[in-house]
Each structure stands twice: as C-alpha cells, then as structure tokens.
C-alpha cells in the first residue's frame, strides 16, 4: 500500500469554538490508482489533504489522532525537517489556485528549475534544461522560449499545467491534486485531466483528486469516497458509485449532474446547507437534508456499513438507498 490514512482527527480552535474539520477519516490509495475524494465546500477534503502532506496551519489547526502511512511510514511521528524530505520529492501537491501558488516576481523557469537546485543539487543552468524538458512534457508549447515568463503571461489552462510540471519534476510516488480544474472552461478540464491520467499510468504513481465534481472524474478515477462533515459517507469503486449510490448524499450530489436527456427540466440541488462544523448535529449530519431520515438517524452516528468487499456506506438505511 501506499498510502494509508487511518481514523484520521483534526480540529481548529477558533474564537467560536472548537471546528472539527476532519473526523476519523480513513482511505488508502495505491501505487497506479487514482481515489478521487468528493464532496462540497466544508467537507473537509482539503484539510484531510493538508494533513497528508504536513502542511497545515497549526495553529490553529492540530491533528488530534490517527495516522497517516506513507510506503510503510507513519509521516505524523516525523520531525519536521523528515517531513519536507519527503515533501516534492516522494509525494507532491497540485494546488487549486495555480496563480495564486506561483509566485509573480520569479519566472516559470525559475521555479520549476528550483527543485532540482534544492533537492538534487543541481547548477541553475542544468536546472533551466530541466525545466524545458518538464514543460515539454506537459505539453506546453514553445517551452525553450516561454521558460523565461512569468505566471502572468500564461493562462489559467497553461498555469495549471505548469504547477502538474512542478509537482512531477522529482517523479514522487504520490500526487495530490486539489480541485486542479477550478475556474477552467471545460474543454481545458478535460485536457487537464487527461494529461494527470496520461502522467500517472507513465509513472505508476498514485493519485488522489480532490473535487467537488462527480462529472469531472467518472474516466480518470478507480475508487471514490465521499465526505461529508469531515466524515467519508461512502467509499466504491467509480462505476459501481455510478450506477447505485449507497449514500443519500452521494445520490442527491448525482441528481446534481446536470444531464443531456432532460432538458427544460428543473435541475435538482439538495436541500439545506452543509452543517458548521462548529455544531455538527447529532447523529447522523447528514440528517437534517435528508429525504428518508428517520428518528435513529437523529440520535446514532452511521458506521460504515459494509455494502461488499470494495463498499461502504455511513448510512443506517443503505440497502434502501442502494436499491432506490
């Protein structure tokens, strides 16, 4: 295995209180397999994500239990200087905002060039040709020239792959990608994610996408789980969460979905708000939104019930949902 996140815990302490951002969490992905993590704003995929790489704010964030096993190593009992070892060079992250993550003052060279100057000790002018052959095969054109602009001068399309570039540069074993196709127009979404599908089989690295969409990874990903108030509600191999939900959630995110055989029709949105994470309700959080909630649903936090070998579903009534 890979990777290897158990029953993983973290909370913000705010002046409102206690946030618990991530509640038990537990997923693995593989080397050569893709898990997309779904689910809405708040749901805590990002936050599980900053913990796997060691860089959440602490304060006022704090991982107050479980582990996270990387190839065997539990990446949470490191000290911080391991941790930036293992950081660009075994596992890597694509951010959702790749001109924010870029900086402006340094040119696109530059920075890829960087990892190899840090972690491989290179000169800066090996580390240049580095950087050419990275955005060559990131498919950006006339990389010889385009190496010497800065992250202004590209598009959203072509700033997205350069920060792909970046997080291949040391062909790390992992990658985490975070919402890596936001505020880009679709044709460049499914460039984006054909190139990380493409990248990832070559290097039989691991994936993990995060995202909010489910029409976004049906031909990328193998494994979903869905998250929803810090907890995963469902986890499935992509086709079989496609064809029969477990997981009221994970059904109304799917009625979502916009879909070419229904037009002029009403498009369907769940109901409610994802609860704060300041007053998670009791029982199952869900609850509130749900349309086949019943009275155990208010009082008994769902386990994940055991749909077969490869499912699980947080909820009390899955075989109801399953066969909907």
Known sequence: ?????????????????????????????????????????????????????????????????????????????????????????????IFQDALSALNPVLTVGDQLGEMFVVHRGMSKKDAR?????????????GAKERVRQYPHQ????MR???????????????????????????????????LLAELRRELNMGLILITHDLGVVADVADRIAVMYAGRIVESSPVHDIYKAPAHPYTRGLLDSIPRLDQKGQELYAIKGLPPSLLNIPPGCAFHPRCPMARDVCRTDVPP???????????CHFWRECLHG
């Open 1 to 93: 295995m890979l990777l290897d996140v158990r029953d993983l815990h973290v909370e913000f302490r705010t002046r409102d209180g206690i946030a618990k951002a991530v509640n038990g969490v537990t997923y693995s992905v593989d080397a050569g397999e893709t898990l997309a993590v779904l689910g809405e704003s708040g749901s805590g995929k990002s936050v599980t994500a900053q913990a796997v790489m060691g860089i959440l704010d602490m304060p006022p964030g704090r991982i107050t239990g479980g582990e996270v096993l990387f190839q065997g190593r539990d990446l949470l009992k490191l000290k911080e200087e391991e941790r930036r070892k293992v950081r660009g060079a075994e596992m890597a992250m």
């Open 129 to 141: 040709a580095r950087a050419v052959e990275l955005m060559d095969r990131v498919r950006i054109p």
């Open 154 to 157: 590209f598009s959203g399309g």
């Open 160 to 194: 997205q792959r350069i920060m792909i570039a970046m997080a291949l540069a040391l062909e790390p074993a992992l990658i985490i990608a975070d919402e890596p196709t936001t505020a880009l127009d679709v044709t460049v979404q499914a460039q984006v994610m054909e």
């Open 304 to 314: 994940l019930y055991e749909v077969s070998e490869e499912r699980g579903s947080a």
